[in-house]
């Protein structure tokens, strides 16, 4: 069954605003999209309203769920003010409105000053240890090593989910060969994905491969939300989330949802991939994330005919910069056909090829990670 435009409107027109308007005729809302049961949009305010605001997104989400034939639904709060603008002064209520109160007026008064943005953070249920594969820029090989890293957690015994947060760019559809749809549970939640043993969540499993995400910030801090707390995880060790490049709104809306338990970060030995890679460390440290660790990816090429290694990136950039930033080493992964091969078709070479040079790689990175979250886990 589709779901249209006008089906989605009509169903908006019975939430009101806090001013007691239909939010149809409060001129807040983006274009609507809506296709094969998936329903995108936003709500634009003012930042100063933003707060009254969100309990208006939250009834509009679930109104938009109830639609039949509805399978998804992603609502954001757009809270901008613009730039050089002055905060706005306290509104009078509208004449037309006699008694109702402004939206100004539903913000709680602060107390103890301002609120911390990490005070939001809260566990997922059933999930030990959040723990995010992040990079400095693109195309470091940053989502095969989250693949594979959850794989060898994996093989150490522990219950593993991967949570693919690259938003523009989600790769582990076709990393890990999965390409239906999740399914929703009676409480209107997403069932992750189960392949190799992981439960899997990725936004491309909700979108076509060639669909270009052209989202601003705050429809990418309600997806990755959404991804977080609207999904069904279960009982989880560990959480790998792999993460988009950059340090942007995605890296924050994670690290001000959960309490993340450390961030591995991925690069490639050449100085440009390591500038970026301080970048994305400081960013961690700054929102007291620890670092788990630094990956050098594509360390070195060794050729599979005479066995003669090759620095084309260079080589222990990495390991210098971990050294240099005293945080842990984890290891160097090669630049090899084999990885390359088994992540375009689908069998990541941990599972694949579980006896191989590569996996145990993998696994002693894993290995590494996993006895920084012992007591985490062991708590759990």
Same mark, same amino acid.
């Given at each position: ?19 007691g ?37 939250a ?6 769920? +109830? ?37 100004? !007026?539903h ?13 939001? &953070? ?9 723990? !995010?594969?992040a ?10 090593? +989250?693949?594979? @890293? ?24 076709? @990393? ?49 939300? &959404?991804m ?13 989330v ?9 890296? @924050? ?31 961690? /440290? /700054? ?21 003669? /290694? ?27 056909? !084999? ?17 191989g040079?590569? +996996? ?21």
């Amino acid at each position: 069954m589709s779901v249209t435009q006008q089906q989605v409107l009509d169903s908006l027109a019975r939430v009101k605003s806090p001013r007691g308007v239909a939010l149809t005729n409060a001129n807040v809302l983006s274009a609507i999209s809506a296709a094969d049961g998936k329903v995108f949009f936003s709500i634009n305010v003012e930042a100063a309203e933003a707060r009254a605001w969100e309990s208006v997104r939250a009834e509009a989400e679930a109104a938009v769920r +109830a639609i039949p034939g509805v399978t998804t639904v992603m609502v954001a709060l757009t809270a901008e003010r613009k730039a050089g603008a002055a905060p706005p002064p306290p509104p009078t209520p509208s004449r037309g409105t006699p008694g109702v109160q402004p939206v100004h !007026a539903h913000k709680p008064p602060p107390q103890g000053g301002a609120q911390s943005p990490m005070a939001r &953070q809260s566990e997922i249920p059933g999930v030990a240890a959040v723990i !995010a594969v992040a990079s400095g820029k693109g195309g470091v090989g940053k989502s095969t090593t +989250a693949l594979n @890293l959850a794989l060898g957690l994996r093989d150490l015994g522990l219950k593993v989910g991967l949570l693919d947060a690259d938003i523009y760019g989600p790769s582990v559809p076709r @990393l890990t060969g999965l390409h239906e749809k999740p399914e929703l549970n009676d409480e209107r939640k997403m069932i992750p994905l189960k392949r190799f043993g992981l439960a899997i969540m990725s936004i491309g499993f909700l979108v076509e491969e060639e669909t270009a995400m052209i989202w601003r910030g705050p429809m990418v801090m309600s997806a990755v939300t &959404q991804m977080l707390r609207d999904v069904v995880w279960g009982q989880l060790d560990v959480l790998v989330v792999d993460m988009p490049p950059g340090t942007g709104d995605a890296q @924050l809306t994670l690290a001000q949802n959960v309490p993340l338990k450390g961030a591995v970060i991925v690069s490639t030995p050449q100085d440009l991939s390591l500038i970026d890679a301080r970048r994305g460390l400081a960013m961690f /440290k /700054k929102v007291n994330v620890p670092v788990l660790g630094i990956v050098e990816n594509m360390s070195y090429f060794q050729c599979p005919q005479c066995g003669t /290694k090759s620095d084309i990136f260079g080589h222990g950039g990495a390991r210098h910069e971990a050294e240099k930033l005293g945080v842990p080493f984890l290891g160097e992964i090669p630049l090899h056909m !084999a990885i390359r091969a088994t992540s375009d078709a689908g069998t990541p070479v941990v599972d694949s090829e579980p006896d191989g040079p590569h +996996a145990a790689i993998y696994r002693a990175i894993a290995g590494q990670v996993r006895d920084q979250l012992k007591g985490v886990i062991a708590a759990a």
